[in-house]
C-alpha cells in the first residue's frame, strides 16, 4: 500500500473544497480525490465529472465506500465533531478544516477518537507548511530566535463582505467573534506552537464598518501559561493583508504574505539577530495546502510522523473557546 496514493472522500465542496481538488490535481501520486459529497449536487457535478471523481450528496455514501480510506471535511465548524466520529466508526483517517471543534472538551473527543483507533487526524492549518513560517518554527526550535517573548498577528481579507448574510460562515452557531474562526484561528494555531498552552486572553469584536451580524473587527491579547504574550487581530471588512511577526531575546522575523493562500503570491521576510543587519527577503510562492495534504498523506502511509501534534490541536481550541467567551464577556478570561 505504501507505493499506492491515499484515496479521499472529499466532503463539501464549497469555495475551498473546490480549492483542494485543485491543488490535489498535482499530487495524484500522493493523495487522490475518488468521491467527493456535496449536498447542492448541480452546483459541482461538471467539475467532479470532468475529474472522474464520483459524486453524492450523501456523507454516508464515503464512509461506506470500501474505496475510500480517507475524508477531507470542508463542512460547517459545528458539524465537524459529529462528522469525525461518523469517520472513526467506519474506520476512515480524518482531514478536518479549521477548527477541529468548538470547543475544548469537543477537540479532546475528536482527538482521542482518532488515536484509540489508530488513524491518522490532520488539521487544515496549512500555515505551518509556508516556507517562511516553516524556516521560522525551526529557528524558534533551535534557539536562533532566543526566548520567544512576543508574538504580533493579523490576517485580514474583505471577502465575506459579498456573501449572503445567512451564509453559515457568518452565522453565530459556526463562527461567532468575527473573522477569528476564519482567519484568526491560524494565528491562534502558531502562536501556541511557538509559546505553548494559554493561560487567560481578553478578546474584543466589534461591528465597525459592515453589516456582518458576528462581527467585522476582532482582536485578541493572549497571555501563555510558560510566559510570553501574543496579539492577534482579524477583520472581515478590510483589504487582504497577513503578517506574523515573532520577538526573541536574540532575534525578530516579520513575515508578510504577498497575497491570500488561496492564490499565493510569495512572502516578504524582514529579520535580525543580535549584532546583525536587519534585512529583508522575498521568498517565491509555494503551495502550503497541497503540502499539508501530502503530509496527511505520508503520514497514513507510515512514510513520517504528521506534524501538528494531539497537544497542538487541543490547546488551540482551548484558546479558541476562552476566545469566544472573552468575546461575549469583554472581560479577561482563563482558557481551560
Not at 461591528?207 to 496579539?231: C, E, M, N, W
Request: charged share 20%.
Amino acid at each position: 500500500m505504501r507505493e499506492e496514493p491515499v484515496r479521499v472522500a472529499l466532503i463539501g465542496m464549497g469555495w475551498w473544497g473546490r480549492k483542494m481538488l485543485s491543488v490535489l490535481d498535482t499530487v495524484p501520486h500522493e493523495i487522490r480525490v475518488v468521491r467527493a459529497v456535496e449536498p447542492n449536487v448541480s452546483a459541482v457535478r461538471a467539475l467532479c465529472a470532468s475529474r472522474g471523481v464520483a459524486l453524492t450528496a450523501d456523507y454516508a455514501d464515503a464512509l461506506s465506500d470500501p474505496q475510500v480510506e480517507a475524508v477531507i471535511l470542508a463542512t460547517p465548524h459545528a458539524l465537524h465533531e459529529a462528522q469525525i466520529a461518523a469517520a472513526v466508526t467506519a474506520g476512515k483517517h480524518v482531514f478536518c478544516e479549521k477548527p477541529l471543534a468548538l470547543t475544548k472538551a469537543g477537540a479532546e473527543r475528536a482527538v482521542a477518537l482518532c488515536r484509540e483507533a489508530g488513524l491518522v487526524l490532520g488539521m487544515g492549518h496549512e500555515r505551518r507548511w509556508e516556507p517562511p513560517i516553516a524556516d521560522l518554527m525551526a529557528k524558534a526550535d533551535a534557539g536562533v530566535l532566543g526566548r520567544i517573548h512576543q508574538i504580533e498577528a493579523n490576517f485580514s481579507h474583505d471577502k465575506f463582505l459579498t456573501l449572503n448574510r445567512d451564509n453559515w460562515r457568518l452565522n453565530a452557531e459556526h463562527a461567532p467573534a468575527g473573522g477569528m474562526t476564519a482567519t484568526g484561528i491560524h494565528l491562534l494555531d502558531l502562536s501556541v506552537r511557538l509559546l505553548g498552552p494559554a493561560e487567560s486572553v481578553w478578546c474584543i469584536c466589534e461591528r465597525l464598518s459592515s453589516d456582518l451580524p458576528q462581527g467585522d473587527t476582532v482582536a485578541a491579547f493572549i497571555k501563555f501559561r510558560h510566559g510570553g504574550t501574543a496579539y492577534v487581530s482579524a477583520s472581515l471588512a478590510n483589504p487582504f493583508i497577513s503578517r506574523f511577526a515573532v520577538f526573541g531575546a536574540r532575534g525578530w522575523v516579520d513575515i508578510r504574505d504577498k497575497a491570500h493562500v488561496e492564490a499565493p503570491d510569495g512572502w516578504i521576510v524582514t529579520s535580525a539577530i543580535t549584532g546583525g543587519p536587519t534585512r529583508t527577503v522575498e521568498v517565491p510562492p509555494a503551495e502550503p495546502v497541497k503540502d499539508n495534504l501530502v503530509a496527511f498523506a505520508r503520514a497514513i502511509r507510515g512514510v513520517e510522523p504528521y506534524p501538528i501534534t494531539a497537544d497542538h490541536l487541543i490547546n488551540t481550541i482551548a484558546l479558541l473557546e476562552a476566545v469566544f467567551v472573552s468575546a461575549r464577556s469583554g472581560k479577561i478570561e482563563p482558557v481551560a
